[in-house]
């Protein structure tokens, strides 16, 4: 095993997904479209993930003050969930400068909870019963087929989109493991994503001065709308993801998280004209019949 979690998996075994998790994940996902949706209507799609990242600071400053601190050993899931954290965002923003908002959320999202599952049985020892494993599948073919259902690649500039929605959707899955595990052991999941929110915007910082071989002024952030809208949103999203990691089997959350993909499409078409066509629709079905299933399992 990489990762001794044996104390917290003992709970973590016992979870059914109740409808308290089931609703709150729900609306994780549609919190998770919109913000992503906010980026990509913006002009300047890297500028506005650096708002939405630094818009979570007032919010987990408040969440610091409301909840208790993690246990000492949840300390290096927080430093390590916060670098991938910005891995993820650094390329999601590449991503959608360069594709469609329908290509790269699905093909980025669809991917994760997959990866997440195999991980999570192989490495980590979390048990995962056949209904369950039959909805993330299910889930996760109908959110591929989604974004799949529009590649078309003529040329390698075409790929390029598609390679960084792959590489995004590795990090959501490397950030979801570190952030359920962090949580379990923290012993407070909204104590120990308030931390890693405050982490994982000093990061980003750090990457924008990088970027730009300057120090970022700090006011162009927060005269943005998206700093408090989609940095409300993001926060809130990701915050009630790694409550319901505490609650469920990580993979089965992810899964459900991205369900997203069908206010993802919803926003898409109503915002950014982006037609749909009827294999959008056939996807959509599949994940539906995936939710049905998951309150079963």
Excluded at 42 to 48: D, I, K, Q, T, V
Excluded at 81 to 103: D, E, P, T
């Amino acid at each position: 095993m990489f990762v001794d979690v044996q104390g917290c998996l003992k709970f973590h075994r016992s979870m059914s997904l109740s409808m308290i998790v089931f609703v709150a994940v729900l609306f994780s996902a549609a919190l998770h479209a919109g913000w992503n949706l906010l980026i990509k209507l913006s002009p300047n799609n890297e500028f506005a993930m650096g708002a939405v990242v630094f818009g979570h600071v007032p919010y987990a400053l408040i969440g610091l003050l409301i909840f208790p601190l993690p246990v000492m050993e949840s300390w290096p899931f927080i430093i390590a969930g916060a670098g991938v954290h910005v891995g993820y965002q650094f390329f999601l923003g590449k991503a959608y400068k360069i594709g469609n908002y329908s290509q790269i959320y699905p093909i980025a999202r669809g991917i994760a909870p997959m990866i997440i599952a195999v991980f999570s049985v192989v490495f980590l020892d979390f048990s995962l019963t056949i209904l369950n494993g039959s909805t993330i599948l299910i889930i996760c073919l109908g959110v591929i087929s989604l974004g799949a259902s529009s590649i078309k690649i003529n040329n390698k500039s075409e790929f390029k989109p598609i390679l960084f929605a792959l590489i995004t959707g590795v990090f959501i899955a490397t950030y979801s493991l570190i952030d359920g595990v962090g949580a379990l052991k923290a012993g407070t999941a909204l104590g120990f994503y308030s931390w890693l929110a405050l982490f994982n915007a000093f990061l980003m910082y750090a990457l924008v001065a990088f970027q730009k071989r300057k120090r970022p002024a700090f006011r162009a952030y927060i005269q943005v709308p998206i700093f408090w809208i989609g940095g409300l949103a993001s926060f809130s999203a990701f915050a009630i993801s790694i409550w319901a990691f505490t609650q469920a089997p990580i993979a089965l959350v992810s899964a459900l998280r991205e369900s997203s993909i069908i206010f993802a499409m919803i926003f898409g078409y109503f915002f950014l004209k982006e037609k749909s066509s009827p294999s959008t629709y056939f996807s959509i079905s599949i994940i539906f019949v995936g939710l049905v299933i998951s309150r079963l399992a």
